[in-house]
């Protein structure tokens, strides 16, 4: 059993992400602020986000995160971002461009080229990777990465787009896997043990 903390930026309702990796098995914690003492309590650190990159970051920024996700980064800990905390793990977006992101991976994002924005919905992903390879995920975003060397899967609405990257420890997924059906849960499990 992993023990996994849920990090709170007050962006977006955590009932279902923390449904669904309680039911992978894991313990849960669910973190508001910072501490060294996350080093030997927690295992994984998992970050959703909703709503604008801007606003997320600077709830990185005014709780102190920054500095400990990246200490967390440097020595290899398990970090799982989702929806817009997947984004902040890049260095910026053309939604808020003067925001600055935590740049784990090189790259921006950029508003979705299709009419119908924000893409709300179910999308086959396209994978080299087994394990994600012609799954289905439910996404809600009007902004994402169109290209990165990590991505693990891709999907299209309007053009391709990262649906999913991976360097090491460190995790991005564009779509909620906790909204994803089995495939989802199974996702879940497999990051946070």
Not at 4 to 19: F, K, P, Q, R
Not at 156 to 161: A, K, V
Request: aromatic share 12%.
């Amino acid at each position: 059993m992993s023990r996994v903390g849920v990090i709170d930026l007050d962006s977006g309702n955590l009932l279902s992400i923390n449904t669904a990796i309680k039911a992978a098995g894991n313990e849960l914690t669910v973190v508001k602020q910072p501490s060294e003492t996350l080093f030997t309590s927690i295992d994984v650190l998992v970050m959703p986000g909703q709503g604008r990159f801007a606003y997320v970051m600077k709830q990185i920024d005014d709780s102190g995160w920054r500095d400990f996700l990246l200490e967390w980064y440097r020595n290899g800990r398990r970090l799982v971002g989702i929806c817009v905390g997947m984004q902040v793990l890049f260095e910026g977006s053309d939604e808020d461009p003067e925001a600055k992101g935590l740049g784990f991976f090189p790259g921006r994002c950029h508003k979705l080229p299709h009419p119908k924005t924000p893409m709300v919905g179910w999308a086959q992903l396209d994978s080299y990777k087994l394990s994600l390879k012609d799954q289905f995920a439910y996404f809600v975003n009007s902004f994402a990465i169109t290209e990165c060397h990590f991505a693990t899967s891709k999907v299209t609405y309007g053009q391709p787009f990262c649906a999913s990257v991976q360097k090491g420890n460190l995790y991005g997924f564009q779509f909620h896997p906790e909204k994803s059906g089995s495939f989802g849960r199974e996702l879940i499990k497999y990051v946070c043990q």
